[in-house]
Protein backbone atom coordinates (compact mmCIF):
# COMPACT_ATOMS: atom_id res chain seq x y z
CA UNK A 1 0.00 0.00 0.00
CA UNK A 2 1.25 3.52 -0.89
CA UNK A 3 1.01 6.35 2.25
CA UNK A 4 0.52 10.06 1.87
CA UNK A 5 0.48 11.60 5.23
CA UNK A 6 -0.38 15.44 4.93
CA UNK A 7 0.78 17.65 8.01
CA UNK A 8 1.11 21.26 9.27
CA UNK A 9 -2.23 22.60 9.31
CA UNK A 10 -3.46 24.41 12.17
CA UNK A 11 -5.00 27.74 13.17
CA UNK A 12 -3.72 31.15 11.69
CA UNK A 13 -4.70 34.51 12.03
CA UNK A 14 -6.05 35.79 8.20
CA UNK A 15 -3.01 37.11 6.08
CA UNK A 16 -0.78 34.64 7.88
CA UNK A 17 0.63 32.02 5.94
CA UNK A 18 1.33 28.35 6.65
CA UNK A 19 3.28 25.48 5.40
CA UNK A 20 1.69 22.00 4.72
CA UNK A 21 3.81 18.71 3.99
CA UNK A 22 3.09 15.91 2.07
CA UNK A 23 5.40 12.84 2.90
CA UNK A 24 4.84 10.07 1.08
CA UNK A 25 5.93 6.41 1.29
CA UNK A 26 5.77 3.31 -0.75
CA UNK A 27 7.00 5.18 -4.03
CA UNK A 28 9.86 7.67 -5.39
CA UNK A 29 7.96 10.90 -5.57
CA UNK A 30 8.91 12.02 -8.39
CA UNK A 31 7.11 9.35 -10.58
CA UNK A 32 3.58 10.55 -9.25
CA UNK A 33 2.08 13.94 -9.60
CA UNK A 34 0.75 15.05 -6.66
CA UNK A 35 -2.50 17.15 -6.14
CA UNK A 36 -3.68 19.33 -2.78
CA UNK A 37 -6.97 19.67 -2.69
CA UNK A 38 -9.73 20.88 0.39
CA UNK A 39 -12.66 20.18 1.43
CA UNK A 40 -14.61 22.52 3.97
CA UNK A 41 -17.99 21.29 6.00
CA UNK A 42 -20.62 20.54 3.57
CA UNK A 43 -18.91 21.24 0.56
CA UNK A 44 -17.44 19.62 -2.27
CA UNK A 45 -13.87 18.09 -2.47
CA UNK A 46 -11.95 21.45 -4.10
CA UNK A 47 -8.92 21.00 -6.14
CA UNK A 48 -6.22 23.59 -5.67
CA UNK A 49 -2.83 23.03 -6.69
CA UNK A 50 -0.69 20.30 -8.30
CA UNK A 51 2.51 19.18 -9.25
CA UNK A 52 3.51 17.02 -11.86
CA UNK A 53 6.00 14.34 -11.89
CA UNK A 54 9.50 15.03 -12.30
CA UNK A 55 9.47 18.10 -15.02
CA UNK A 56 7.39 19.70 -11.71
CA UNK A 57 5.43 22.00 -13.68
CA UNK A 58 2.53 23.47 -11.73
CA UNK A 59 -1.28 24.18 -11.49
CA UNK A 60 -3.17 26.11 -9.49
CA UNK A 61 -6.92 26.88 -8.62
CA UNK A 62 -8.21 30.27 -9.53
CA UNK A 63 -8.85 30.87 -6.08
CA UNK A 64 -5.61 30.12 -4.36
CA UNK A 65 -3.39 31.43 -7.52
CA UNK A 66 -0.72 33.78 -6.03
CA UNK A 67 -0.74 33.15 -2.68
CA UNK A 68 -0.47 29.55 -2.57
CA UNK A 69 3.12 27.51 -3.76
CA UNK A 70 3.15 23.67 -4.54
CA UNK A 71 6.96 21.95 -4.28
CA UNK A 72 8.25 19.01 -4.28
CA UNK A 73 11.49 17.99 -2.64
CA UNK A 74 12.37 14.28 -4.03
CA UNK A 75 15.93 13.70 -1.30
CA UNK A 76 12.81 13.79 1.14
CA UNK A 77 10.42 12.51 -1.08
CA UNK A 78 7.58 14.94 0.20
CA UNK A 79 5.69 17.76 -1.33
CA UNK A 80 4.89 20.83 0.08
CA UNK A 81 2.15 23.62 0.04
CA UNK A 82 3.13 27.10 1.05
CA UNK A 83 -0.49 28.83 1.56
CA UNK A 84 0.53 32.58 2.37
CA UNK A 85 -1.89 35.77 2.63
CA UNK A 86 -4.50 32.76 4.53
CA UNK A 87 -8.19 34.34 4.25
CA UNK A 88 -10.75 32.59 6.34
CA UNK A 89 -12.64 31.09 3.22
CA UNK A 90 -9.40 28.98 3.22
CA UNK A 91 -10.50 26.77 6.12
CA UNK A 92 -10.78 23.32 5.11
CA UNK A 93 -9.68 19.74 5.44
CA UNK A 94 -6.48 20.15 3.23
CA UNK A 95 -5.34 16.51 1.56
CA UNK A 96 -2.25 15.12 -0.74
CA UNK A 97 -2.96 12.81 -3.07
CA UNK A 98 -0.90 11.43 -5.69
CA UNK A 99 -1.12 9.64 -9.27
CA UNK A 100 1.11 7.79 -11.70
CA UNK A 101 -0.93 7.80 -14.98
CA UNK A 102 -0.24 11.73 -15.78
CA UNK A 103 2.07 12.89 -18.23
CA UNK A 104 5.24 14.82 -16.68
CA UNK A 105 4.50 17.55 -17.96
CA UNK A 106 0.73 18.28 -16.78
CA UNK A 107 -1.34 17.77 -13.86
CA UNK A 108 -5.14 18.21 -13.13
CA UNK A 109 -6.42 19.66 -9.78
CA UNK A 110 -9.77 17.64 -10.65
CA UNK A 111 -9.96 14.59 -6.94
CA UNK A 112 -11.45 12.18 -9.51
CA UNK A 113 -8.13 12.03 -11.24
CA UNK A 114 -6.23 10.68 -8.67
CA UNK A 115 -5.95 7.40 -6.90
CA UNK A 116 -4.15 7.73 -3.78
CA UNK A 117 -5.11 10.03 -0.78
CA UNK A 118 -4.06 11.25 2.74
CA UNK A 119 -6.13 11.37 5.67
CA UNK A 120 -6.41 15.20 5.83
CA UNK A 121 -4.67 17.84 7.86
CA UNK A 122 -7.42 20.66 9.07
CA UNK A 123 -6.53 24.29 8.16
CA UNK A 124 -8.51 27.23 10.01
CA UNK A 125 -7.97 30.53 9.06
CA UNK A 126 -9.53 32.94 11.96
CA UNK A 127 -9.17 36.05 14.06
Known amino acids: QLHLVESGGGLVQPGGSLRLSCAVS????????IGWFRQAPGKEREGIAC????????NYAESVKGRFTVSRDNAANAVYLQMNSLKPDDTAVYYC????????????????????WGQGTQVTVSS
Open 97 to 116: SADHRFPSTWCPIIPGGYDY
Open 26 to 33: GFAVHYYA
Open 51 to 58: ISSNENNT
